[in-house]
């Protein structure tokens, strides 16, 4: 059975930092590409990062500099280091699997909160 157990979120100041985890349990993980989403109150839920099986990593242009993703195969564990952290970056962030055929392999997190304040 395929469970993703995200931790790390938390209430921070402007300008700290925090490291989001996402423990893969149950899935093949070296063959998933890898996401964070975030949703923020009254917002779509948006893509802020992403990380291919093959390591080749993709940001949100208002977090690029700032997050960082990568992925611990032998761990299977995703993380998301998120520095220069803005309010604007407060949000529940979701953690995201997938592979092909992706109508079969596509799993969610049950999301933690950021909250950043001013």
């Known amino acids: 059975q395929v469970q993703l157990v995200e931790s790390g979120g938390g209430l921070v100041q402007s300008g700290g930092s925090l490291r989001l985890s996402c423990a893969a349990h149950?899935?093949?993980?070296?063959?998933?590409?890898w996401d964070w989403y975030r949703q923020a109150p009254g917002k779509q839920r948006e893509l802020v990062a992403r990380?291919?099986?093959?390591?080749?990593?993709d940001y949100l242009n208002s977090v690029r500099g700032r997050f960082a993703i990568s992925r611990d195969n032998a761990e299977m564990t995703v993380y998301l280091q998120m520095s220069s952290l803005r309010p604007e970056d407060t949000a529940v962030y979701y953690c995201?699997?997938?592979?092909?055929?992706?109508?079969?392999?596509?799993?969610w997190g049950q999301g933690t909160q950021v909250t950043v304040s001013s």
């Open positions: 995201h699997g997938q592979r092909e055929p992706t109508t079969l392999f596509d799993y």
């Open positions: 149950g899935t093949m993980f070296r063959l998933y590409d």
């Open positions: 990380i291919s099986s093959g390591g080749n990593t």
